[in-house]
């Protein structure tokens, strides 16, 4: 069955980095464009960046662009989220998701959090 597992969450003082990593299995994730969201309590979920198959062009929010970078191992099966810089607003649980279509495939989730 499809499953997306991610992991690397953690607490990390302000100005620290963390990579998080979501492993992908049940479908054909190479042709899948990925994107990590993050979710706080009592707000909607917010898409921090996206990668797009076949060449990989990215996007990112606002508030993290310059800080953390998506990248994408099709061999792996696996898609990353490199975050530096990190502040205490960054604090939410990030989630995973896999999109084709109609197809729409999501993580349990991973918490960060940001405290000194």
């Known amino acids: 069955q499809v499953q997306l597992v991610e992991s690397g969450g953690g607490l990390v003082q302000p100005g620290g980095s963390l990579r998080l990593s979501c492993a992908a299995s049940?479908?054909?994730?190479?042709?899948?464009?990925m994107r990590w969201y993050r979710q706080v309590p009592g707000k909607e979920r917010e898409l921090v960046a996206g990668?797009?198959?076949?060449?990989?062009?990215?996007k990112y929010a606002t508030s993290v662009n310059g800080r953390f970078t998506i990248s994408r191992a099709d061999v792996e099966n696996t898609v990353y989220l490199q975050m530096n810089s990190l502040k205490p607003e960054d604090t939410a649980v990030y989630y995973c998701?896999?999109?084709?279509?109609?197809?729409?495939?999501w993580g349990q989730g991973t918490r960060v959090t940001v405290s000194s």
């Open positions: 049940g479908f054909t994730f190479s042709i899948y464009a």
């Open positions: 990668i797009e198959p076949f060449g990989g062009s990215t």
């Open positions: 998701n896999a999109v084709r279509v109609v197809l729409d495939y």
